[in-house]
């Protein structure tokens, strides 16, 4: 009988590529995981791993094994949310992944909702960039995800993941005030001679930012990146740089920027995901309808 522990090992392993990355997640030494991997070989009876330079891949069998692992994790989930849904009183814990601007502005009206109604379910969150934290969900390190779609910039399809459209918002460019602006801009066409704040190379605004302008047909001036769009504003409001921020990221916030609608409004969506192995947890549904009651409400 293979051991189910070693079949979740080997099964990271192909996620996580290298057996010190699954060591890193895990929590255990990578001599411990290759120990056992070595016994879930013998238990196999066929060679599961081979040498790849310095590291291993996965052999064909190995390859049979994994995909029959995410059957199994997949009815143990639902089992476990089978057996949550039988009782009256919803309970049990929550890790949920988040963008910036959704952590700044949904999850505190959301986490105080949770609190109020469903005082026994633990909500964990965590900040990661959508794309990271949607593969993640579908590895199981999150039940759910809070992730974001620019126009023109599909975010990545897992198998499995269900995906729930939580809400839209516009996004414009942030332009210092008159009084900061030692270049006065009023249009996008003329942010041209302005220095910009983008988010990392990579990452979906950075690509919908640059496309935009190019299409308007000038290359910006990146001259300041990162990756937090509270600096972003604050580099405007200070007259050093202008920006296309989301309208989310301005709910509760004074601000002194100059906000004008771009060609075409782009809007971004805003959406959940989670696994369909664990749609039926009481603790999920109730964390994601409350999320989607926060977003409406902010409409």
């Known amino acids: ?63 049979v094994l994994v995909e029959s692992v995410g059957e199994i994790l997949d009815s143990l989930e639902r089992a476990e949310a089978g057996l949550q849904a039988s009782v009256t009183r919803v309970t049990g814990r929550v890790r949920v992944a988040v963008f910036q601007s959704a952590a700044l502005a949904l999850m505190p009206a959301t986490l105080l909702a949770m609190a109020s109604r469903f005082p026994d379910v633990r909500v964990e969150m965590v900040q990661r960039e959508p794309e ?22 599909a975010a990545p399809h897992h198998p499995g993941l269900d995906r729930r459209p939580l809400t839209m918002d516009a996004i414009r460019l942030a332009l ?25 190379r990579g990452t979906a605004s950075r690509h919908f930012a640059e496309q935009l302008c190019r299409s308007t047909g000038f290359e910006p001036d990146v001259r300041y990146e990162t990756a937090d769009l509270q600096a972003h504003i604050r580099l405007v409001e200070s007259g050093n740089a202008v920006a296309l921020i989301p309208d989310l990221l301005w709910l509760g916030l004074d601000t002194s920027c100059r906000l004008l609608d771009l060609p075409d409004l782009p809007r971004r969506t805003i959406f959940t995901a989670q696994r369909l192995s664990g749609a039926a947890s009481p603790a999920a549904r109730a964390l994601r309808d409350t999320l989607e009651q926060v977003a409406a409400d902010l409409r």
């Open 1 to 63: 009988m293979l051991e189910i522990r070693r079949l979740v090992l080997l099964r990271e392993l192909a996620i996580r590529g290298t057996i010190a990355a699954v060591a890193e997640a895990l929590n255990f030494s990578p001599s411990a995981v290759s120990q056992q991997l070595s016994l879930l070989e013998k238990e196999a009876g066929q060679p599961l791993l081979r040498k790849s330079g310095r590291g291993v891949q996965l052999t064909p069998q190995a390859e």
């Open 132 to 153: 990271e934290a949607l593969r993640e969900t579908w590895a199981r390190d999150f039940d759910m995800v809070i992730a974001e779609q620019y126009p023109a910039h």
């Open 176 to 200: 210092p005030s008159l009084d900061a602006s030692l270049h006065p801009v009023s249009s996008l066409d003329e942010a041209r001679h302005m220095p910009w704040v983008m988010e990392p």
